[in-house]
């Protein structure tokens, strides 16, 4: 196996890892039980992406959690339910809903966000300033170049008759 071979799947390995961590119900449980509320991961990723992202339709909202809008809309049910978002009118189509964080939502994903900062930083508490940095711009450039931000478009095919 050539040496770049072996660095990919080492890489693969890792990266399974870091996702494992990152989605661990586990861990989501117990950042749950720190700042007192019970919202399962669903949810919490939701309104983070809410939080990050600013105000969204279902759809922009779904996409950008990469799943499916009727699965979704259940779960932004129980985040409106819970008065953690709110659903509004689309300035352009009175069909359409935007959703956004309301104040105790905000203040929510700001705790669950904080939380995992700090469980992220006791983790990583042997690490420099620096280390910190430099692991954080690989994983940007990492992030960019799986998702295919970082590169060109592909060019058109000529188009045949």
């Known amino acids: 196996m050539s040496t770049r071979a072996a660095s990919l799947e080492e ?5 399974e890892a870091v996702v494992g961590f990152a989605g661990d ?3 989501h449980a117990w950042m749950a039980d720190r700042v007192g509320i019970s919202l399962p991961r669903s949810q919490a990723t939701a309104l983070w992406s809410l939080q990050a992202h600013g105000p969204l ?6 996409g950008l959690l990469d799943v499916d809008a ?3 809309s259940r779960t932004v049910t129980a985040l409106v ?11 352009g189509d009175r ?12 203040k929510v ?21 620096k280390e ?23 060019p058109r095919a000529p188009r045949t008759r």
């Open 11 to 15: 890489l693969h390995r890792q990266l």
């Open 25 to 27: 119900p586990r861990a």
């Open 57 to 62: 339709r279902l759809a922009d909202l779904a």
């Open 70 to 72: 009727s699965n979704l």
């Open 81 to 91: 339910d819970a008065g953690l978002v709110a659903r509004s009118e689309d300035g």
């Open 95 to 106: 069909r359409a809903r935007v959703l956004s964080l309301t104040a105790p939502g905000r």
């Open 109 to 129: 994903g700001a705790r669950l966000r904080a939380e995992w900062a700090a469980a992220l930083g006791a983790r990583l508490s042997g690490w420099s300033d």
């Open 132 to 154: 910190l940095a430099g692991a954080a711009a690989v994983l940007s450039r990492l992030t960019a170049s799986l998702s295919g931000a970082d590169q060109q478009p592909a």
